[in-house]
């Protein structure tokens, strides 16, 4: 499976995520699942509901964001492809607490933080097994293609 985004989109994470420096920024993608590839057609930055003193290397999506996020891709008739988050000053693959709470599908688009500048950005899914994920290729969606989908969606 691959990911594929758009420069526009892998931005407005890349802003979010730096702005919420030192603590991790998340939201959710919304997309479509076509041909083995997941596409991203529109993500919701949202806040992080964690505690402040644990919010340096926890993210918690607020219910109401998750509950927004579901409504907004069955009315856009999309899916919920996947969610993002940051990791202030560590690495963009998933931690032990990443792989405990995350569910299989799904894809998890991890950037690394470091010192406010956003350095890299990874996606990955969890095995089924929850064994450990898989890096998934991020690709970048075409002009072409992010029209295409939207049409379709529309």
């Known amino acids: ?44 930055p949202t806040g992080n509901a964690r505690e402040e003193t644990d919010q340096h290397n926890r993210y918690l999506i607020p219910p109401e964001s998750l509950l927004e996020g579901e409504l907004q891709a069955e009315e856009r008739e999309l899916e919920v492809i996947g969610y993002f988050h940051s990791h202030p000053d560590h690495p963009a693959r998933p931690s032990e607490f990443d792989q405990e709470y ?41 002009s072409d293609e992010e029209t295409q989908k939207r049409e379709r969606v529309q």
């Open 1 to 44: 499976m691959e990911l594929a985004i758009s420069e526009q989109h892998l931005s407005q994470i890349t802003q979010h995520c730096q702005q919420a420096y030192p603590y991790e920024g998340c939201g959710i993608m919304l997309g479509l699942t076509e041909n083995g590839s997941k596409i991203v057609v529109d993500v919701l």
């Open 102 to 142: 995350a569910w299989p599908w799904y894809s998890y688009l991890i950037t690394s933080v470091r010192g406010g500048k956003a350095v890299a950005s990874r996606s990955w899914q969890l095995r089924e097994d929850r064994s450990n994920f898989d890096e998934e290729m991020v690709v970048q969606a075409t």
